[in-house]
């Protein structure tokens, strides 16, 4: 059966980002200082951000334009292709159409690309010569590790201990781009160190490597930190990824009634629904689903309320989904789903229900893996494959219903990197990690109060 693939022309990718926050109901309450509990202005970052992101931080612009140095490093992957799985539809015997965006084609496998050389681009403009950051499964540090080779910059990565640990491949390859890789908590921040002195066993967190990481950019005057997700200007740069898929829907006849993505801090997932959501906040009917899972399941089961980025409490206050700061997830292969928070834009979302919110075991994720891979011939990365269970069960609740329906799944990443984790799925290592309530109850009762 063949498999139909939409493409664009080069001259297609977009000239400019979208930025929601011009058409959001709701804007998201404004991030709070760490010290003061005072909204934060543009000096309290400038000392770990280039003035350009801070500046799209805040912007409440509709269009953002794309710079052509970025646009120049876009054309390596961009536009990325938009499948029909017509195979995966045959095995399902379902009446839904089925497409999947598919984001691994970036040269370092993943969506996080598309942020990672504009973060560079501006950090290398405002004569920066170090970044500092942190990554969960290691497609963000790979990323950034990529974009520092394409503009010149050093970049040290502090990569969550188990992660580090589960793949090997992907912290190879970020050293191949000549990046400096730490399993996270390391001996080399205070933050590390304290965490070290507590639990000298910990596997680690996104929020302990955000602490460490923020903490090396701020103590050290030619460095600035960078962060793969979470932030307003990361969502922006994304959505490079809906403007695209909207003009491939165009080119076939066709209009999505069910959007899917992942979701760990929120920018596969803004990336990907954003342009969408505008349709929806026009008044068009469809869904935007957010697929986590059920071991660190924030917009499902935590607190909308201000929390901090990170465990260490040096990042800015934001109002978000939080399951607690220095909540420690258990330590499932979808590492880049660990995260104890989301986006204040997609949290805020959320809470308007304008984005719904799913959580999946990983036994189950991986089976539908399986499934997709055995069906459409690629190996999905264990965080995308949350979006393909949720689509799956949707195509699957269609053919119970009788009903046709248009379902496009974001596809963030391939699974070559990740081999480990399919290799312990079949050989039956992998369990389902419950929730572990008692230890999220104790982390929100540590939120800090704001008066």
Known sequence: MKR?????????????????????????????HPATKKPVGPDDL???????LIEQEVTQERWITIPEEVLDCYTLWRPSPLYRAHRLEKALDTPAKIYYKYEGVSPSGSHKTNTSIPQAYYNKQAGIKRIATETGAGQWGAAISLAGVFFGLEITVYMVKVSYNQKPYRRISMETWGASVYPSPSTLTNSGRAILEKDPDSHGSLGIAISEAVEDAATHKDTNYALGSVLNHVLLHQTVIGLELKKQFELAGDYPDIVIACCGGGSNLGGLSFPFLYDKIHGRELRVIAVEPESCPTLTKGQFRYDYGDTAGLTPLLMMYTLGHDFVPPGIHAGGLRYHADSSLVSQLTHDRLIEARAYHQTEVFTAALLF??????????ESSHAIKCAIDEALLAKEEG????????????????LTAYSDFLEGKIIDCSFPEDKIKEALQRLPVID
């Open 46 to 52: 400038s000392a770990i951000f280039p003035m350009a």
């Open 373 to 382: 891979s055995k069906s459409e011939g690629i190996i999905p990365a264990p």
């Open 4 to 32: 139909t693939k939409i493409i664009l022309e080069d001259n297609d990718i977009p000239r400019q980002w979208y930025n929601i926050m011009a058409d959001m109901p709701t804007i998201p309450k404004p991030p709070l």
């Open 403 to 418: 009903k046709e329906k248009t379902i496009v799944f974001s596809l963030s990443g391939h699974g070559y990197l990740d």
